[in-house]
């Protein structure tokens, strides 16, 4: 099985809807980073989280750490044509950030 | 916005040639990174460098591959003799101390014919 698992593998929406992306990991994830990428681009990072429970906005993106589940969520709000792309997240399952696992990625496009 | 720049941005090359693929991490980061992600799957670590040398790598780096900070700025990642299956993008990597904030360059596309 993967140890880093995103869901779903792909979204449509329509602008100005809401979505949520999830990434689960098998292992305790001790840091949870967040990357946008455009096909044929480099990764933009977008936050990271470390402790359970923590949650980070920046402008419509909001991200969230449930340590238990190992699992954090990405949520856009009111989404816009700009936050089509791929979603990517990165954990740290090893105790330091030496190495990140990536999960697959989710496809965000997002239709007027 | 701090940035990793990346050259080349593309580059083509004949099976069994050396390619050396450059970065320029961001000026205050003390870690660095390499990673690869082949067309159409995960982004895949390849080896993480502090203080001058490797420390952690991958099953993917084997010796064919080296990593070398020549100066204060530059990080390159070499592949000795490229196979057709090292034909992937090439992101460089780096953080501070913290660690809190990864920034990936844009990536140098390798294609291996």
């Known amino acids: 099985s993967q140890e880093l698992e995103q869901s779903p593998q792909s979204l449509i929406v329509q602008e100005g809807k809401n979505l949520t992306i999830n990434c689960t990991s098998s292992?305790?994830?001790?840091?949870l980073y967040w990357y946008k990428q455009k096909y044929g681009e480099g990764l933009i990072f977008l936050m990271m989280?470390?402790?359970?429970?923590e949650e980070k906005s920046h402008e419509k993106i909001t991200a969230k750490l449930d340590e238990k589940k190992q699992q954090s969520s990405l949520h856009i709000t009111a989404s816009q044509p700009s936050h089509a792309g791929t979603y990517l997240c990165?954990?740290?399952?090893?105790?330091?950030?030496?190495?990140?696992?990536f999960g697959t990625g989710t496809r965000l496009q997002v239709f007027p | 916005e701090p940035e990793v720049t990346q050259t080349p941005s593309h580059q083509v090359t004949q099976m069994g040639q050396e390619v050396i693929l450059r970065c320029v991490p961001i000026?205050?980061?003390?870690?660095f990174y390499w990673y690869r992600q082949i067309l159409g799957q995960k982004v895949e670590f390849l080896v993480s460098?502090?203080?001058?040398?490797?420390?952690?790598k991958s099953e993917i780096f084997d010796d064919q591959f080296s990593v070398e900070r020549p100066d204060g700025s530059n990080f390159t990642l070499k592949i000795r003799s490229t196979k057709l299956e090292d034909s992937a993008m090439y992101f460089c990597?780096?953080?501070?101390?913290?660690?809190?904030?990864?920034?990936f360059g844009e990536g140098s596309w390798l294609t291996v014919v």
């Open positions: 990597a780096s953080t501070d101390s913290t660690g809190n904030t990864i920034y």
């Open positions: 292992k305790t994830l001790y840091g």
């Open positions: 989280l470390q402790k359970g429970g």
């Open positions: 990165g954990a740290d399952i090893m105790g330091h950030t030496d190495k990140l696992i």
């Open positions: 000026s205050n980061h003390l870690y």
């Open positions: 460098f502090y203080n001058n040398e490797i420390s952690e």
